[in-house]
């Protein structure tokens, strides 16, 4: 039986707008196991980007219990977020890897050398860290700075930096938005490659209802599955 990697339960959040608090999220609930895949989707502004920061702790939710890899986020008690932030920051180098829209590489390293430091940070060997970029197509470029290669190119580091660190979940904010349609379906091939190969969990942030459908699981944020439930 596969192993439970996030359960959610009744997270809500709220923003301020003006003297209202506007819902983005309420009530919702959604369960991941190791292996699988589920899309977060809906229009621009529907809380896709607010969900997965809550998913790796970059944002807190006004109510709700999260389970993740282990650690257990109860908003309903009091917390530090001094206490919640080494917890969050020890999984975030370890255990969750995300994939932004722009990849999120040090200009000054190469695409080797980003690879390696995000493994070397998650304490996993460095010498699998070349073969990462072979897997994605670009081993031939290991040596070149960010600036020197296409953004598909950058985008397949920063996939190879997420797999190098063998993490148990990958959070992925619209990874191929700011590329063209065909190098987008070549990097989200890999992705899905990878992640069947891997076994690791995966959440996708899309607005793009063909990438969504290659996911096992959908979210739609902007209708509101019933009771916030992953379908």
């Not at 991941?32 to 895949?37: D, K």
């Amino acid at each position: 039986m596969s192993q439970v990697v996030l359960e959610a339960r009744e997270l809500s959040k709220t923003f301020a707008s003006g003297a209202e608090r506007i819902a983005v999220f309420s009530g919702l609930s959604v369960e991941l196991a190791e292996g699988q895949s589920l899309a977060l989707v809906g229009r621009s502004g529907s809380g896709k980007s607010t969900l997965l920061n809550v998913f790796c702790g970059l944002e807190r939710p006004d109510t709700g219990v999260l389970a993740l890899l282990g650690e257990r986020f109860d908003y309903r008690e009091p917390e530090t977020a001094g206490q919640a932030e080494k917890r969050w920051a020890r999984l975030r180098r370890r255990r969750i890897g995300v994939v932004f829209q722009e990849a999120n590489l040090m200009p000054a390293l190469s695409l080797l050398d980003n690879v390696r430091l995000r493994a070397r940070l998650a304490q996993q060997p460095l010498d699998q860290c070349q073969a990462w970029l072979e897997r994605l197509g670009i081993g031939e470029l290991a040596e070149r700075y960010p600036d020197q290669v296409s953004g598909g190119q950058r985008q397949r580091a920063a996939l190879a930096m997420v797999f190098a660190m063998n993490p148990d979940l990958i959070l992925a904010d619209e990874p191929t938005g700011s590329l063209d349609r065909r190098t987008a379906e070549e990097v989200t091939a890999e992705l899905f490659r990878l992640q069947a190969q891997t076994g690791v969990a995966l959440i996708l942030a899309t607005h793009d209802p063909e990438l969504a459908e290659q996911c096992g699981m959908t979210l739609d944020l902007a209708h509101g599955a019933p009771a916030g439930q992953a379908r």
